[in-house]
């Protein structure tokens, strides 16, 4: 009997170790076969066992435990040919060649792995529709809206999930890693000027709204937006535009190295733009704006790839500011008129961004990133004319010079608990803002100073560390749990003896923390359905002179949100993205950047859900749709009197493409904003509007000739709009709506050369 035992576990050990034998590592890495780069995100599909694997940023992927019922790997990637590899004689460690092609919806892949459920929207809609002018780079994310009320010069207010973001307030926005807001800002907190960025170079977007990513601290409560520039151009290219108002546009963008270092995996560009315009405005604008970009991008090593671009930004335009309706009902002036034709402003930014990538022998993956700006701004505005100062009027100045240090380090280890996949992120981020004579002034003829408000130098460090934990327990489910925590010192350096928030001249100086916990949920029910539940803990940071005017205390707002959605693809050409979602937000201390006061604000809630459609029923044919709603109010007013100012309730932006790669293409844009309460009462109403662009072009090989008209039906619209206490001169105040309106009918023709 104990001969049949030994010989019975003889037998099954040697049966488990031949199938341990047959068991293997497959791996591979995934380049694009144009540009020899690494290509980020490619969904590898091990068949039949239906196992699932994502390329990380070196383009690598791997399974471990393969046993041989697996026959071959499908590779799939937006833009890119479906790759079909048997396992037969595959390789170690091999490289697979991506052929870059037409974007197409069926290349969209359902996966419980993807833990950004905007992914398949964000590659399929910047490559399809494809973005115009910097306005459209932050229109592409479903459901923000923008207002621009300094015409182009200055950064537009934002709306987004039943928030007016002012400025930035309320979203992290960036470009290559590198912050756009800018805190403690002599406008508004988290002001976020994307105008440096040349719409021509942006190659990706990652976004994602709510509070659910550990790697995105401060300002992220809404969301997140990072815009990806190309690491490498295809073809050279010269741009010159023409059109309505005294309106061009010369650009041009060039590669600097040749075919030969392109297969060394070396690649650099540069690019830059000039505009002038004089707007639809009556009194002429006399925008000017300059912009360069170049970059470097390449393999140092087996294991290192370093990316290094700088930019400059230089801007002036005089603006026509917002007006009372009031005034425009009684013919003051024009819908399209100025009542203080010397507001205006300047802007300059310069920036370094460095990024080095290191893949360890064991495949986990290194990043570490520092970057510079030099920062200027000098802004003119007068909301309110002559309702404090009847003799010179209320003209205000807010200026400021800054230098932003950084850095960013995350480490990227991947891992088994048994049969379960984990996923581990730890990271840095350190940002220092350093500014020099922040200004806030009551001026005359744009410099001449009468009543100074504030003036002071700021210094404010963030350093912040996060853990993100994502577990694939199966091929269906996955989990993600972050943890974020902040630190924030704060230094002021008060110069004006008269500021009525501190007590006399002298450093003031302050600090807080915050902890923000995220867990998220993913599930596929099957290669048509994922299923996810977010939820997480988010904050916005407040201005450096409140935090130390108040000692820190209730200047970190906690904001609470969830979200539960799915991505539904019911047919190959056919994709949804529906979501219900909530959030609250702590009451807050606030500083107000316009009177330099410091204000209380109170809790609020909302609630909304977003719905996202994209169908494409040929290859040239194109449809997007996105409705999105809101319902926010402030928890410590009375019903009736607790509506949130300027927070959107409906709205919905959509589209037809054509897509052509060589003659006619373009498409038939709209957008759509409902009327929302402008007070907290709702007893003024901020109109909505409906507006449709055209793009229309005609491509070739080496040109490409094309008419671009924003407002094609020639609408009356005003684009941002408050409650404001206005006087005009020698008249009574009046409590109404100011404005700025919305472009005209603006035909603009472009003629670009394609050039190797």
């Given at each position: 009997?104990?001969?049949?035992i ?8 040697l ?146 999930r039943g ?31 994307s105008?440096?960025i ?65 297969v060394?995996?070396?690649?650099w ?14 009194n002429p ?91 200027k ?39 088994y ?8 992120e730890?990271?840095?981020?350190i ?29 404010e ?25 902040d ?152 019903a009736?009197?607790?509506y949130?100012?300027l ?12 897509i ?31 507006i ?45 709506i ?19």
């Amino acid at each position: 009997m104990k001969l049949k035992i030994f010989v019975l576990s003889i037998s099954i050990l040697l049966s488990n170790a031949r199938l341990y034998a047959q068991q293997k590592t497959i791996s591979g890495t995934v380049i694009d076969s144009a540009t020899r780069m690494p290509v980020n995100g490619v969904t590898v599909v091990l068949n039949p066992v239906n196992q699932t694997a994502i390329t990380s940023e070196t383009g690598y992927f791997s399974y471990r435990n393969v046993g041989p019922a697996a026959l071959s790997l499908t590779i799939t990637a937006v833009g890119y040919q479906k790759k079909v590899i048997p396992l037969t004689g595959y390789g170690l460690k091999p490289l697979i060649c991506l052929s870059p092609k037409q974007t197409l919806l069926t290349d969209v892949v359902i996966t419980a792995n993807n833990p950004n459920p905007y992914k398949a929207i964000s590659e399929t809609d910047i490559k399809l529709r494809g973005v115009s002018n910097s306005q459209e780079v932050l229109r592409i994310v479903p459901g923000l809206f923008i207002g621009q009320h300094q015409g182009g010069g200055k950064a537009e207010q934002i709306f987004l999930r039943g928030f007016d973001n002012d400025h930035g307030t309320d979203i992290n926005m960036s470009v290559d890693g590198m912050p756009i807001n800018m805190v403690s800002q002599a406008h508004g907190q988290g002001y976020a000027d994307s105008h440096f960025i040349i719409p021509e170079t942006i190659e990706s977007t990652n976004y994602q709204k709510g509070m659910y990513n550990a790697e995105k601290g401060d300002l992220a409560v809404t969301g997140f937006v990072n815009f990806n520039t190309a690491n490498a151009i295809s073809a050279n290219q010269i741009k010159i535009e023409g059109g309505q108002f005294n309106t061009y546009r010369v650009f041009g963008m060039v590669n600097l190295l040749g075919e030969k270092a392109k297969v060394n995996n070396q690649s650099w560009y540069a690019a830059s733009e000039y505009r002038y315009s004089d707007s639809y405005f009556d009194n002429p604008q006399h925008f000017k704006r300059f912009n360069f970009f170049t970059k470097y991008h390449g393999r140092l090593n087996a294991d290192n790839w370093l990316t290094v671009s700088t930019s400059a930004l230089s801007s002036a335009w005089k603006a026509s500011g917002q007006i009372p309706e009031s005034a425009v009902n009684e013919d003051v002036v024009g819908f399209y008129g100025a009542l203080d034709p010397n507001e205006g402003g300047t802007t300059s930014r310069i920036n370094v961004n460095a990024q080095l990538l290191t893949g360890l022998s064991n495949h986990d993956i290194l990043e570490n990133q520092f970057y510079y700006s030099r920062y200027k701004f000098d802004l003119h505005t007068n909301f309110t004319f002559y309702l404090a100062d009847t003799v010179h009027g209320d003209e205000i100045r807010q200026r400021e010079s800054r230098n932003l240090y950084g850095y960013n380090g995350s480490y990227l280890h991947e891992a088994y608990i048994g049969s379960t996949r984990l996923t581990t992120e730890a990271g840095i981020n350190i940002r220092l803002d350093i500014t020099k004579g922040s200004e806030l002034s009551h001026t005359v003829n744009n410099f001449t100073v009468i009543d100074p408000i504030k003036l002071g130098d700021i210094t404010e460090l963030n350093a912040g560390a996060y853990l993100n934990e994502m577990f694939r327990f199966s091929s269906k489910f996955s989990m993600n749990a972050g943890l974020r925590f902040d630190q924030f010192y704060y230094r002021y350096n008060n110069k004006l003896a008269t500021d009525s928030t501190l007590n006399g001249i002298g450093i003031y100086t302050a600090n807080n923390n915050a902890v923000s916990p995220k867990l998220n949920f993913y599930y596929q029910v099957n290669d048509k359905t994922q299923l996810y539940l977010l939820t997480g803990k988010g904050f916005h940071s407040n201005d450096t002179r409140v935090v130390v005017a108040q000692g820190g205390l209730q200047t970190l707002p906690a904001a609470y949100g969830a979200d539960l959605g799915t991505v539904f693809k019911p047919a190959k050409n056919l994709l949804f993205n529906a979501a219900l979602w909530y959030s609250y937000l702590q009451k807050e201390y606030v500083y107000g950047g316009d009177g330099g006061s410091v204000e209380f604000s109170g809790r609020t809630r909302r609630i909304g859900f977003d719905l996202s459609g994209r169908y494409q029923p040929l290859k040239s044919l194109y449809f997007d749709a996105d409705v999105n709603y809101a319902h926010g109010r402030s928890l410590d007013d009375p019903a009736g009197a607790n509506y949130i100012p300027l927070a959107p309730v409906w709205s919905s932006t959509g589209g037809i493409t054509y897509i052509f790669k060589y003659g006619f293409n373009g498409s038939l844009r709209y957008r759509y904003l409902g009327d929302r309460a402008a007070n907290a009462d709702y007893s003024l109403i901020a109109r909505g509007y409906f507006i449709n662009d055209l793009v229309l072009n005609y491509t070739r090989p080496k040109y490409e000739i094309g008419l671009t008209i924003n407002n094609l039906f020639n609408v009356k619209w005003k684009e941002t709009q408050f409650e404001t206490v206005t006087r005009l001169k020698n008249q009574a105040p009046v409590d109404g709506i100011a404005f700025t309106a919305g472009t005209k009918f603006a035909a603009l023709v472009h003629l670009s050369y394609f050039f190797k």
